[in-house]
């Protein structure tokens, strides 16, 4: 649509567009106002270290399930979001990399080719091997490669990572129950745990977070709202 063509289509509705400027300016106006809320269930939670993760029974203290099970997204959201796990997970083409709770482009820079696996001359595995390599501090695992673009964490929230995870079109066709069993026993999400040279680990052990998962999914798999942050 041209310029000139929008403009005579307002003049034309001087009413509609009145209106749409109205409900514009109330939505902002009723945005500003709205406070962040502190997550009520959050309270009810013990207090954990940065690099721990709670225990599953710890979330016994919400009675409500549904709340208990977003309070148990939100938990398992800190490991998902820990860039050991996101690193790998990006936004883009390349993965990040950095050794503490930063992200970096990967030096050198690599793209994910059509598989997610490199490009010819530039393949993951032509540098990241089946486990790390201590001396020239490169970090491996088995079957090194990114997760494909539908599965991208970077700068999402803990609520659009809780969506994506649960819908089979962008989560490689996953059932809930595959999900938790990639979560608890897939060797490059146990490498968060182990990934070697001075790099900071994700937090607690796969064995807990497994255990977060699964009780999410028994909790009815609800995810947290938009504003909700662990
Ligand atoms: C070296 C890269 C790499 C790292 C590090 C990594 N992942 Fe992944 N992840 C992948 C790839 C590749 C897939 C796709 C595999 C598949 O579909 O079978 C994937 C898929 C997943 C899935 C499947 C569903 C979905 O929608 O994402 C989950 C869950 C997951 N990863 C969790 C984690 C967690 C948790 C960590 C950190 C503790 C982690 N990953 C670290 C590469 C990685
Ligand atoms: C030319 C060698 C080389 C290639 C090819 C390569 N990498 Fe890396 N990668 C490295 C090195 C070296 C590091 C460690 C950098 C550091 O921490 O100083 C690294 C780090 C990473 C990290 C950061 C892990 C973390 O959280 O600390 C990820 C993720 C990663 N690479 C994924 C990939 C993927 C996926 C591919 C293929 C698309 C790939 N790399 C291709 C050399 C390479």
């Known amino acids: 649509m041209s310029t000139t063509n929008r403009l005579s289509f307002f003049r034309m509705r001087p009413s509609l567009f009145l209106g749409t400027s109205v409900a514009v300016l109330l939505a902002a106006a009723s945005c500003s106002r709205r406070q962040p809320e502190p997550d009520a269930s959050s309270s ?15 979330f016994g203290a919400i009675s409500d399930r549904a709340e208990r099970s977003k309070a148990l997204f939100l938990e398992a959201s800190r490991v998902m979001l820990h860039p050991r796990c996101s690193n790998c997970h990006p936004d883009g083409d390349s993965p990040y990399q950095g050794v503490g709770a930063d992200w970096k482009p990967h030096d050198p820079p690599v793209v994910r080719g059509p598989k997610d696996q490199g490009v010819v001359g530039m393949q993951c595995t ?19 490669h ?56 994700a937090p607690g052990s796969q064995e807990r977070f497994g255990a977060i998962v699964a009780a999410w999914v028994e909790t009815g798999a609800e995810c947290p709202s938009e504003e909700a942050r662990p």
């Open 44 to 58: 009810l939670l013990p207090p954990v270290a940065p690099n721990e993760l709670r225990a599953p029974e710890a």
């Open 126 to 144: 032509g540098c990241h091997q089946d486990r790390n390599l201590e001396q020239s501090r490169v970090p491996g695992a088995p079957n090194w």
């Open 146 to 201: 990114l997760a494909p673009r539908s599965m991208a964490w970077t700068g999402r929230t803990p609520r659009a990572v809780c969506e994506q995870l649960k819908d089979t079109s962008r989560n490689g066709g996953k059932t809930l129950a595959q999900i938790v069993e990639h979560n608890a026993h897939d060797e490059l999400v146990g490498w968060g745990w182990k990934p070697g040279w001075g790099r900071e680990p």
